[in-house]
């Protein structure tokens, strides 16, 4: 059965970082491109980063391009997202997803519960 | 403003079929094929249709999924209480080079 777990949310002043982590289990990790979507309180999904199997093809939306990182370690069946200069806009449950490809852009299969991130002074 | 266009509501009645319209352009739509999304209260999003039409396992056929030019459709049909929920659209966009998703649709079974 395939499980994807988030961790790493919580509450960061403005300018901060956090780093999220997705342990995923019951797929092989590594044939798979890997995603992370946000939600923010009341609003619909907003795709946040992508990145394919071997982390050759790596894409961010414009809102977090050069603020976020993403990465994975397919050694260790895990994916991260490393966010620096946090906004209270960021604020957000975000959810790692797993594609039904290789290739970045395919749909997002299975989806973890999501971890909150709360930016607040 | 999302990139791509859903009615924020839609109702009906048990039993009834609705259909969740979804517009785009060429670089989304027009040229990547479309995905739906059912996100029931307090869970995460859940794929619902891929590939324009196609259900994976485990989906009910009252679900489905049609794509013309830029616009994208969902039909629910013999509608239970039980699909009641935000319903999202979804496609990659070539110029921006990313996935975009649309608004969402509340449904609701009256």
């Known amino acids: 059965e395939v499980e994807l777990v988030e961790s790493g949310g919580g509450l960061v002043k403005p300018g901060g970082s956090l780093r999220l982590s997705c342990v995923a289990s019951g797929f092989t990790f590594s044939s798979y491109s890997m995603n992370w979507v946000r939600q923010a309180p009341g609003k619909g999904p907003e795709w946040v980063s992508s990145i394919s199997s071997t982390s050759t093809y790596i894409y961010y939306a414009a809102s977090v391009k050069g603020r976020f990182t993403i990465s994975r370690d397919n050694a260790k069946n895990l994916l991260f997202l490393q966010m620096n200069s946090l906004r209270a806009e960021d604020t957000a449950i975000y959810y790692c997803?797993?594609?039904?490809?290789?290739?970045?852009?395919?749909?997002?299969?299975?989806w973890g519960q999501g971890t909150l991130v709360t930016v607040s002074s | 403003q999302s990139v791509l266009t859903q009615p924020p509501s839609a109702s009906g009645t048990p039993g009834q079929r609705v259909t969740i319209s979804c517009s785009g352009s060429s670089s989304n739509i027009g040229s990547n094929t479309v995905n739906w999304y059912q996100q029931l209260p307090g869970t995460a999003p859940k794929l619902l249709i891929y590939?324009?039409?196609q259900r994976p396992s485990g989906v009910p056929d009252r679900f489905s999924g049609s794509k013309s030019g830029t616009s994208a459709s969902l039909a629910i049909s013999g509608l239970r209480s039980e699909d009641e929920a935000d319903y999202y659209c979804a496609a990659w966009d070539d110029s921006l080079n990313g996935l975009v998703f649309g608004g969402g649709t509340k449904l609701t079974v009256l």
């Open positions: 997803a797993k594609a039904d490809a290789v290739v970045v852009g395919s749909n997002f299969d299975y």
């Open positions: 590939n324009n039409n």
